[in-house]
């Protein structure tokens, strides 16, 4: 097995694992806590998958760097600590880890939410894994292609973008209201149809395995909410930039994924949108 296979299949593993681990509490009693804000909410689940999915890829690669998205958890039989980063480091080689993507849908009861994990390695992205436990959808992404429960991941064929469903990502705060309202009217009226699911990574597993045309992001992410399904659009055959139209970066500023056949339309949208 190459490196780049069994990165792939560890990827898949650990993110099946964690998402199992919050499955298990999905729809019960949860002590929810909030972060930045009241809606900016988390989880005990959140820390006991990350603390499972960390586990899987210690055993696998016990040097590699782990970035993610909750802060440091015992891990292992005597409960060492391992360190999680907040950003990826500038060289070696890294796992980045979303325990819940959506927990505000998990703690809801929404069943929009998943486990994603990618890894880079010499500096690019080599494997990807978004595992959405309430629908038992894992998808998958290596070195070449990609795969959804095992057949291979394919963006949609649409053509015109007046018949695109496109998704805005990401968070909107409190007080942003106008934002998101001009992102919608924009979409509605230069594209067609609006969605939003609450997951970043399920929405980009959407848009690779072709129920979306595209989604896109005026802001820069964190790697754990973007870098997975970043992966799996680029090896579905989708085409990734920044808002400037640029191949998409780790320092890109925005997130424009789409099919690639009306990419154009899409990212005049989301640049006029993040220029207000």
Do not use: C
Request: aromatic residues 6%; hydrophobic residues 40%; without cysteine.
């Amino acid at each position: 097995m190459t490196d780049a296979h069994r990165r792939v299949a560890v990827a898949e593993r650990a993110a099946r694992a964690g998402g199992a681990v919050a499955r298990q509490a999905f729809r019960g009693d949860l002590a929810v806590e909030t972060k930045s804000d009241k809606n900016d909410l988390v989880t005990e689940s959140d820390r006991d998958a990350q603390r499972q999915v960390v586990s899987t890829l210690r055993a696998e690669f016990p040097n590699d760097a782990i970035v993610g998205e909750e802060e440091a958890v015992p891990v292992g039989p005597t409960g060492e600590e391992t360190e999680i980063l907040s950003e990826v480091p500038e060289s070696g080689d890294t796992w980045v880890v979303d325990p819940i993507d959506g927990t505000a849908n998990f703690a809801r009861g929404l069943r929009t939410w998943g486990t994603a994990v990618a890894a880079v390695a010499g500096g690019d992205l080599a494997a990807a894994a978004v595992y959405l436990p309430a629908t038992e959808d894992m998808y998958a992404a290596g070195a070449e292609t990609g795969t959804r429960n095992g057949s291979a991941l394919s963006v949609s064929d649409r053509t015109d973008p007046e018949t695109f469903a496109v998704a805005p990502v990401g968070r909107f705060e409190r007080g942003s209201g106008d934002e998101l309202g001009d992102i919608a009217e924009a979409v509605v009226d230069e594209l067609g149809d609006f969605r939003r699911f609450g997951s970043m990574q399920a929405t980009l597993s959407f848009v690779a395995s072709g129920e979306l045309d595209a989604a896109f992001s005026t802001y820069t992410p964190d790697p754990w909410d973007s870098l997975a399904g970043i992966h799996l659009v680029r090896r579905a055959g989708g085409t990734v930039t920044d808002l400037a139209g640029e191949p998409w970066s780790r320092d890109s500023e925005g997130i424009v994924a789409s099919n690639g056949e009306a990419h154009e339309a899409v990212r005049a949208v989301a640049r006029a949108a993040g220029s207000d």
